[in-house]
């Protein structure tokens, strides 16, 4: 198959500068010759409808962006790690999404923590629980609990939405559905008053969002976080949570941090994000 589009100055084959095409039209023309070769320099060598292109016809692609999704990459993470603008790598996650089976059972219960928002910005969503007037420190608590057939299974995850991330998560447990309230009221005794229900919308911007958010700045979540695939359901990429205090990174050290890698990783971003 052959590509069509700027110049490209990559060879996927050698990784050295070549050049492709015809210098008089800026164009190239590169063929796809082994499944195994790098994906490094073909956004150069896309048009801009190129990732329109289906499963069929785009093979490679396609398995590309589901080893990205296994190891846990959010959709924006996916369309840098290719070179495309998220809009166009949500339908081939979409089409990825429906060639596997459904992984979450039926929704039992979604629980935020109150003051979850503080310090945060929210854009377009106030009737979302907690919303307004939130106060708290940059720590929040999801939990979900899905239909397990005369069980429930539930997993939940600590978040810290000013700066690292998913500091903790707990596994999926199956328990008796009785049961079920007094593990809701163990997870969220630390935050103040009852957890509040959530819509999913909520819960996946707030997990996935703050994910995307701390890796920007060098922190990977919890180990454990990935054991919870498949409980949030899946996220089609747009976040309207602004992460940060006000906007900006603001680290508060907890007990069981490694205080000086934290601080040493936020020093080392902020030298490159200033340039």
């Given at each position: 198959?052959?590509?069509?589009?700027?110049?490209?100055?990559?060879?996927?084959?050698?990784?050295?500068?070549?050049?492709y095409?015809?210098?008089?039209?800026n164009?190239c023309?590169y063929?796809?010759?082994?499944?195994n070769?790098p994906?490094s320099?073909?956004?150069?060598?896309w048009?801009?409808?190129y990732?329109k292109?289906n499963?069929v016809?785009?093979?490679e692609?396609l398995?590309?962006?589901?080893?990205?999704?296994?190891?846990g990459?959010?959709?924006k993470?996916?369309?840098?790690?290719?070179?495309?603008p998220?809009?166009?790598?949500?339908?081939?996650?979409r089409?990825?999404g429906?060639?596997?089976?459904?992984?979450?059972s039926?929704?039992?219960t979604?629980?935020?923590?109150?003051?979850?928002?503080?310090?945060?910005?929210?854009?377009?969503?106030d009737?979302?629980?907690?919303?307004?007037?939130?106060?708290?420190?940059?720590m929040?608590?999801v939990l979900?609990?899905?239909?397990k057939?005369?069980?429930?299974?539930?997993?939940s995850?600590?978040?810290d939405t000013?700066?690292l991330?998913v500091?903790?998560?707990i596994?999926?447990?199956?328990?008796?559905?009785?049961?079920l309230p007094?593990?809701i009221a163990?997870n969220?005794?630390?935050f103040?008053?009852?957890?509040?229900?959530?819509p999913l919308?909520?819960a996946?911007q707030?997990?996935?969002?703050?994910?995307?958010?701390?890796?920007?700045?060098?922190?990977?979540?919890?180990?454990?976080?990935?054991?919870c695939?498949?409980y949030?359901?899946?996220?089609d990429g747009?976040?309207?949570i602004?992460f940060?205090?006000d906007?900006?990174?603001?680290?508060?050290?907890?007990p069981h941090?490694d205080?000086?890698r934290i601080?040493?990783?936020?020093r080392?971003q902020?030298?490159?994000?200033?340039?």
């Open positions: 198959m052959a590509f069509f589009g700027p110049l490209c100055r990559t060879s996927c084959a050698t990784n050295t500068p070549v050049n095409g015809d210098a008089g039209t164009r023309n063929t796809r010759n082994t499944i070769s994906l320099c073909l956004p150069a060598c048009p801009a409808g990732a292109i499963a016809t785009n093979p692609l398995e590309r962006v589901r080893e990205l999704r296994e190891r990459r959010t959709p993470e996916i369309a840098r790690a290719l070179g495309l998220p809009s166009a790598v949500a339908p081939l996650i089409e990825v429906a060639g596997q089976p459904p992984k979450e039926a929704l039992v979604c629980l935020v923590s109150r003051g979850w928002a503080a310090g945060l910005a929210v854009k377009g969503h009737d979302w629980p907690g919303v307004v007037g939130s106060e708290g420190s940059g929040a608590s979900i609990a899905r239909d057939g005369g069980k429930v299974s539930m997993c995850y600590l978040l000013w700066c991330g500091k903790d998560a596994p999926p447990t199956s328990m008796d559905r009785r049961k007094d593990a163990m969220f005794q630390s103040g008053g009852s957890p509040l229900a959530a919308e909520l996946q707030l997990v996935f969002g703050v994910v995307e958010y701390a890796r920007g700045l060098g922190f990977e979540p919890h180990a454990d976080y990935r054991k695939d498949g949030l359901g899946e996220w747009g976040c309207d602004t940060g205090r906007g900006e990174p603001m680290y508060i050290a907890g941090d205080t000086t601080l040493r990783t936020l080392k902020s030298r490159r994000s200033r340039g």
